[in-house]
């Protein structure tokens, strides 16, 4: 039975060996709950700056399909307050993430990360582009939705080098952002509950799972 236990505790440890050569596993909870908050104070900045004294849906569906020209300073507006949520996000993920890889005893660069970032680079380099072609044909009411889908499948394509439970948060951004394609004048609110929201609620689950 000795024999057996050991023989067991080896082919667990190869086994983690293993998962940490190919896999990133040091993404912290935290990132996600961050993330999330960072796209929530941004969605509550642009639902003020558009006019919280409207019905928003109706308002924001005028602005975005009705309206002839989308005015210039509407799109200055998104497009910085963007880069600002997106910044933010991204510098207190790898905060948190760097925390976690230091407590680990690991390595921030190594191949997992570099296969990682670049399957997480194609798609959403792909959806980003995309995003361009639209805004260039006036169809600035699909970009919420669609940068929901190509950030699922991003995540999706990049779950084989990181956590499995990553996959399950990919499948939720498509799927809402294929019914925020459908109820294009919620293109904010769908905006905020994909980055915002479902964010957090994955963040937690994280959190307490893996860092506890």
Not at 127 to 145: N, Q
Request: aromatic share 16%.
């Amino acid at each position: 039975m000795e024999e057996e236990k050991e023989h067991l505790d080896n082919l667990a440890e190869i086994r983690t060996l293993m998962e940490r050569s190919t896999r990133f596993i040091s993404l912290s909870g935290l990132s996600g709950i961050s993330a999330g908050i960072c796209a929530l104070v941004g969605a509550g900045v642009a639902f003020r700056y558009f006019g919280y004294n409207y019905y928003f849906p109706e308002y924001y569906r005028f602005i975005f399909t009705e309206a002839r020209l989308v005015r210039l300073d509407f799109l200055q507006f998104l497009f910085l307050l963007s880069f600002c949520v997106l910044t933010a996000a991204l510098a207190l993920g790898f905060l948190f993430t760097w925390r976690r890889t230091k407590e680990k005893g690991g390595s921030m660069w190594d191949v997992s990360t570099r296969r990682l970032l670049l399957n997480l680079a194609i798609p959403l380099v792909a959806g980003g582009i995309y995003c361009l072609f639209l805004l260039m044909h006036g169809e600035v009411y699909l970009l919420a939705p669609t940068t929901l889908i190509f950030y699922g499948l991003a995540l999706i394509n990049a779950s084989k080098y990181t956590l499995n439970d990553i996959r399950y948060l990919g499948i939720s951004e498509i799927i809402l952002g294929l019914i925020g394609s459908v109820y294009v004048g919620y293109g904010l609110v769908f905006w905020a509950v994909g980055f915002g929201i479902l964010h957090i609620i994955y963040g937690t689950l994280m959190y307490f799972k893996y860092e506890r």
